[in-house]
């Protein structure tokens, strides 16, 4: 008995007559495409916003950097009103610098307290920022002025100050 070869029973291959073109092309390729073009579009949407962020961190150590070096020259001199005018000087720079539309009465006066108790609503805030009112224009300065409380307040007021509605300040709202 002869054994039939099995394979020359089978039928030859058929071929398709059109090849499989590129395109259109699959899902995985569409998402490889447009991903670099996202990418970009959120960079270019969240790079503003990084670059205030770091702006406005530059100028709080500034700020607090300036605060440090009066903190430690009105110790060395014990002048207490030296250093609320520094301070008061100071803050006023950090506050122009932070926000531009202010218009310029309120760097003065009631205003300027104003200002500082509604930015950073806490107990001490009336009794430091009255300081710059009523101090800070006399001759001599009472001597009964905690120069280091004044300083702990102004740093944490550059640091923990708020916008009006008392939302803290996130990078680079004002």
């Not at 503003?48 to 300036?66: F, N, S, V």
Request: net charge positive; charged share 15%; aromatic share 10%.
């Amino acid at each position: 008995m002869q054994n039939p070869d099995p394979l020359a029973a089978l039928r030859p291959i058929v071929l398709p007559t059109e090849t499989i073109g590129w395109w259109p092309l699959a899902p995985g390729w569409w998402f490889l495409l447009c991903l670099p073009i996202i990418i970009l579009i959120a960079w270019l949407l969240i790079r503003p916003a990084l670059q205030r962020r770091k702006l406005h961190r530059q100028l709080q150590q500034h700020c607090l950097r300036l605060l440090e070096e009066a903190h430690s020259q009105a110790n060395s001199h014990s002048d207490p009103l030296y250093y609320l005018q520094q301070c008061n000087q100071i803050l006023k720079r950090y506050v122009r610098s932070r926000y531009h539309n202010l218009p310029l009465p309120a760097w003065h006066g009631d205003s300027w307290i104003t200002f500082l108790q509604t930015h950073f609503p806490d107990n001490d805030t009336n009794n430091y920022a009255q300081l710059f009112g009523e101090q800070l224009y006399k001759p001599r300065a009472d001597s009964s002025i905690d120069i280091d409380a004044v300083h702990s307040w102004a740093r944490n007021w550059v640091i923990q100050h708020q916008k009006p509605d008392g939302k803290p300040l996130r990078g680079g709202q004002a």
